[in-house]
């Protein structure tokens, strides 16, 4: 059996215990233990969303506790019926979630943890002061169930089953989406995913949004469940309860908030046993589990399981290296399909000589950082079809110049003009659009996951799929994915990287890492192509190779701009080269002119390489 | 106006402590990228350390908080040692997560050992109303906002005139480089968090005798010093100490003249405004310690 069939077992099987559950079990305080289950569960895997983009937030009860009171004022005080109070509980939230996203978003890591906090605390004051609206601390009463027919306990139990089934789908088409994948590529290396064209803040606004929709109407279900709402819902207690559920489950996985959700609901009932100390020991476990299990239970266990499986597997089949993430990865397997070359867009010259046109124009570009002048009126084209190499002294600003294009910097004054079209209004994203990608000097990949995945997140980020298509896989859904995948192979070949396609990326040696950030930047289609330092830190065998490389991706038409230190590289490739020294423009010419230049060899090459090799 | 100047007068002083909550906490997530939520449970422990040393043992009250403090200084070290040593090299989230279980854990803990009801220090320090012109001040707030700002200074000497405060703001600056030059980043973790739980442990036994005492006091404390610090700007030395004071003053105004039920919200919005327009803090870029 392969692992999807045991995957899909086990969830059937799940599926079906836990709709026969009422049948069997008649006692209410079970039954209730499994509402609140299940109610942790929407809880625990909305917020895991935003762990999705790698932000932790720790304010989803703001959102939970606006739905339920929106449902709760809706409904006692204005008599509205349930199914619109519950839809205006998840919309206000989402809302809510849409607007503080809005201030926050920009924020990373411990600066959005405490304003989300900071939310939080404030909502929970609003609710506990403003007795006019909410009845303060004494709570709204008498709240009506969602219909007259709900009776009993069972009733609830299959509306939140029925919700929770709902959820965890849509989030399990999500997750192998290209709205999943690009989550993915920010949560892993933001920076990268924004240069092969990700719009990070849209996909963060995007899981905040569906975040606290799902929390919303988890919020409606509270208030009319338990028929009574005080501001206890936004107490910091429960804060951390559907936090130590995501990351004890397993952050950013799909079965890892489910588990964790079940687990905390009912290791706390368990330990009613232990009466004054319950909570002494709930503590204890949690810093032992955060201690020996830090991804998570979720994924511990599906180590452990590997582990085994690799112990016992029959010799020859190759051993399970694919990362946990990918665990239930049900995506079409590859077909092998390649009948095309890469498509040359039409804006790449056709032939393999240089366009006469300059295709990248930069006019009097300064870049700034208080004092230090760090690029200064450097005037630069480049033309289509060729490479262009830039050189000079550490410090002297090709980076800087490359991020001004790239739009990953800021421009202090002047232009840089591609097809015509101004760049300096543009995000770093939007430049990769415009088929304008670029490495990175410091090795740059999404670290935990395969040679194969980071490819994948690569490709996805060009022609984005909505939310709609991809979670009812409509037509055209299917073709897509075909290709990226098509895509994805056609470049590990290229690069010849398929030898590592199920490694994770930073197990690669260096050479291999260096040779990926590379196929990323291709599979984002580039027709500009800007290296940072490609050869830095590679031996000569690596260099031979990547020299290679680099002539077969310009003989695809593709225009190589290159920021090196490795002479023999920069000599034997590049069309032209220009040098930049203190942030100036110095020379600019073919290889033979820069090395007779007498201010190039004062300022940056000494002796020029092919004089030094011969003496 | 003599009300204003008492609101003033009692915010400085709450405000000290803020200051010193926050200087600890903003150090430990400048030196070791923790946000620690243990925080405001140290500052119960350590009123809770004075209550059972001064009140119930009647040893006197300086010698009392004196002994707290050092043993909160190894009941730190124990804890970085333990718990957060293992964890440096995990995600933020990780150590976060391990001090919120630590913060669970002592807080019920404190519940078990000294059961849930609020309870006096009782003073250490005559009762007497000392009139400055119009304004009333009574021995113990004095002592208070004295012994913070001494503190502070301390620490901030500490800082600036010794080796090994040079040492941990070198680690400040740059960790990796700083243990390239020799210095041991794992102890300058350790003097860090000893040295904060510490502090925060005096803090609680200096407003302890003021304030009733009981197991969930640090939660709140907790939050208010997160304020302090984002106020200030995240691993801000100058900032947290500035924040502390500015909120302790915006509260008891806020308490005084709008609002008694919204006075913790101030803290809150404090939070939100600044990281919104200003996410770097009130005192802007500078990353400087001491």
């Known amino acids: 059996m392969t692992r999807r069939k045991i995957s899909i077992l086990f969830i059937l099987l799940g599926i079906g215990i836990a709709f026969s559950l009422p049948q069997f079990v008649q006692s209410n305080y079970v039954l209730r233990i499994a509402v609140a289950s299940g109610l942790f569960i929407l809880l625990a895997s909305a917020h895991n969303i935003l762990m999705k983009v790698g932000q932790l937030s720790l304010g989803p009860v703001a959102f939970y506790g606006l739905g339920a009171y929106v449902s709760a004022i809706l409904s006692t005080r204005y008599g509205v019926p349930f199914v619109i109070c519950f839809l205006a509980a998840g919309v206000s939230a989402a809302v809510a979630g849409w607007i503080i996203g809005r201030l926050t978003l920009k924020l990373r890591i411990a600066y959005f943890v405490l304003v989300t906090i900071g939310f939080a605390e404030f909502f929970r004051l609003v609710a506990l002061n403003w007795t006019a609206m909410t009845n303060g601390p004494m709570g709204i009463t008498a709240i009506p169930a969602p219909a007259l027919w709900f009776k009993g306990y069972a ?24 709205i999943g994948r690009a989550m993915q590529a920010i949560r892993e290396n933001e920076v990268l995913g924004q240069s092969v064209g990700i719009d990070s ?168 950082f208080g004092g230090v002048h760090a690029v200064e009126h450097v005037s630069l084209s480049v033309y289509p079809g060729e490479i262009l190499a830039i050189i000079g002294p550490n410090g002297a600003g090709k980076t800087t110049l490359l991020n001004a294009i790239t739009r990953l910097g800021p421009i202090t004054s002047g232009m840089v003009h591609y097809l015509g079209e101004e760049l300096n209004a543009l995000k770093a994203h939007e430049t990769a659009h415009r088929h304008i990608v670029r490495t990175f000097q410091h090795t740059s990949v999404f670290p935990n996951l395969t040679t194969y995945r980071n490819m994948v997140l690569a490709h996805n980020a060009l022609e984005p799929t909505g939310l709609v298509t991809n979670v009812f896989r409509t037509s055209g859904w299917h073709d897509a994915e075909q290709e990226i995948r098509r895509r994805a192979d056609e470049i590990l070949e290229f690069t010849n990287l398929k030898q590592y396609v199920d490694c994770v990326a930073s197990s690669l040696p260096y050479g291999a890492q260096r040779l990926l950030e590379m196929g990323i930047a291709l599979v984002a289609d580039p027709n500009l192509l800007l290296l940072d330092e490609p050869a830095a830190g590679m031996n000569p065998t690596e260099v031979e190779a990547l020299m290679e490389l680099i002539l077969r991706i310009k003989k695809m038409g593709i225009t190589v701009v290159l920021v090196e230190h490795d002479m023999k590289l920069v000599m034997g490739i590049s069309d032209r080269v220009a040098v930049i020294n203190y942030g100036e423009l110095l020379a600019e010419g073919t290889p033979e002119e820069i090395c007779q230049d007498d201010k190039v060899i004062q300022a940056y090459l000494g002796r020029c390489f092919d004089d030094a090799q011969t003496l | 106006m003599a009300e204003f100047l008492q609101h003033l007068i009692n915010g400085l002083m709450i405000g000290g402590i803020y200051a010193l909550m926050g200087i600890g906490l903003t150090l430990i997530f400048g030196i070791m990228n923790i946000v620690n939520f243990s925080h405001g449970e140290f500052y119960m422990l350590g009123a809770f350390g004075v209550l059972t040393l001064f009140t119930m043992m009647g040893i006197p009250y300086l010698l009392a908080l004196l002994l707290s403090a050092v043993f909160f200084l190894l009941f730190g070290a124990v804890v970085e ?107 300058v973790n350790m003097v860090t968090f000893s040295w904060g739980t510490s502090i925060a442990a005096i803090a609680g036994g200096l407003l302890g005798p003021i304030f009733q005492v009981f197991p969930t006091m640090g939660a709140i404390v907790s939050a208010k010093s997160f304020a302090v610090v984002i106020a200030g700007g ?55 310690l001491g």
Not at chain 1, 166 to 178: A, H
């Open chain 2, 81 to 187: 040692r333990g718990i957060l040593r293992p964890l440096q090299n995990q995600p933020v989230d990780v150590a976060m997560l391990a001090t919120i279980g630590l913060s669970i854990f002592l807080s019920n803990l404190a519940l078990i050992i000294w059961d849930p009801t609020p309870k006096d220090i009782g003073m250490p320090f005559p009762l007497i109303g000392i009139n400055v012109g119009p304004i009333t001040l009574t021995p113990i707030r004095v002592f208070i906002f004295v012994a913070a700002m001494l503190l502070i200074l301390g620490s901030h000497m500490f800082l600036r005139n010794t080796r090994f405060g040079k040492a941990i703001r070198a680690t400040f600056q740059d960790r990796e480089a700083a243990a390239l030059m020799g210095i041991n980043t794992n102890t």
């Open chain 1, 155 to 178: 009733m609830y139990y299959y509306f939140i089953l029925f919700l929770v089934l709902i959820v965890l789908f849509g989030l399990y088409r999500l997750e192998n989406s290209t």
């Open chain 2, 234 to 288: 995240l691993g801000n030395f100058p900032g947290a100490i500035l924040a502390g004071l500015l909120l302790g003053v915006a509260e008891s105004l806020g308490a005084g003249y709008i609002s008694s039920g919204y006075r913790d919200a101030i803290a809150f919005i404090l939070i939100i405004v600044v990281l919104i327009v200003r996410p770097t803090g009130i005192l802007g870029k500078a990353r400087r």
């Open chain 1, 201 to 368: 803040y849209r996909y963060m606004m995007l899981a905040a949004v569906l975040s606290s929709f799902i929390i919303g109407i988890a919020g409606s279900f509270y208030a009319h469940f338990f028929q009574f709402l005080g501001p206890e819902i936004l107490s910091f207690e429960l804060t951390i309860t559907i936090v130590v559920m995501v990351i004890a489950g397993g952050r950013a996985t799909l079965a890892g908030p489910v588990l964790g959700a079940i687990l905390f609901t009912i290791i706390p009932e368990l330990l009613r046993a232990a009466t004054v100390w319950r909570m002494v020991i709930y503590g204890a476990l949690l810093v032992t589990i955060m201690l020996f299990m830090p991804d998570g239970i979720m994924p511990s266990l599906v180590s452990v399981y590997q582990k085994l499986r690799n112990r016992f597997r029959p010799a020859g089949e190759p051993s399970d290296l694919r990362t946990t993430l990918e665990i239930f990865d049900t995506m079409p397997q590859n077909t092998g399909c390649r009948q095309e070359q890469f498509a040359v867009s039409t804006e790449r010259c056709d032939k393999e000589e240089i366009c006469k046109e300059a295709s990248l124009i930069v006019e009097d570009l300064c870049v700034y």
